[in-house]
């Protein structure tokens, strides 16, 4: 009897219920507190945790994306992943190999595309937009994202600061679900920018390309995206003093 009963509460831990309460027991929340950290109902995350009620696709990504970890993460058993496995990735970066989009705000260059799934997504960005009325609607994407100024010098605007302008060799890690865009500063004709956005939604990348809109993707020819991104900008007209 006590070994039916410990299967039972196996059965019962593998359901999305199960695995939201060892979820909550593991970082000491209440129901309430989760309810105030996903933005979901408490009266839905009763019903979940009793398995009266499942999670639309849509709600699944908005508990994975507020907690800040991985859907996969949400129909696992804890014990099974307690241990990160070692995938052994590894990607060198070249322009020549990076996928192309242009836009009229930025030139993106994608680096490592072959890597499917991150959960970093590195970018050289040429910025050429140089007003907020030009840029138009700021842009808004899961997770995080730190940004690294190679040449020239940017204005960061975001929904809720005052813009500030980076020089070169200045850096700014913001929250990318808030709005925000990137133009060069006043007397600069265009800025050069490394950019990484991270973010647990394994659907990352897809995420930023739908971004671009009608931006036209391509992989960067091998003289063309050596010219235009890893020398010195001649056109750059001033880097702005400190």
Known sequence: MKEKESMDGNARHHTLGGLLRGLRARNGWT????????????????????????????????????????????????????????????????????????????????????????????????????????FGELVRHSGEEFIYVLEGAVQVNTEFYDPVVLHEGESIYIDSNMGHAYVAAEGCDEALVLAVCSSADEGLLESLYSLHGDGEAVHAPIADSRQRVAKPSARRSARGTR
């Not at 859907?71 to 058993?77: G, T």
């Not at 996928?99 to 050429?128: A, G, S, W």
């Open 31 to 134: 129901l309430k507190e989760m309810s105030e950290r996903t933005q979901i109902p408490v009266s839905t995350l009763s019903k979940v945790e009793h398995n009266r009620l499942t999670l639309t696709y849509d709600k699944l990504l908005q508990l994975s994306q507020r907690l800040n970890i991985r859907m996969s993460e949400l129909f696992a058993d804890p014990a099974e992943t307690s241990e990160a496995a070692v995938t052994a990735r590894r990607s060198v970066g070249r322009m020549d190999e990076a996928v192309r989009v242009n836009t009229k705000n930025y030139d993106y260059y994608y680096l490592c595309p072959e890597l499917r799934r991150k959960r970093m997504v590195p970018v050289f960005t040429r910025i050429r937009a140089k007003s907020v009325e030009e």
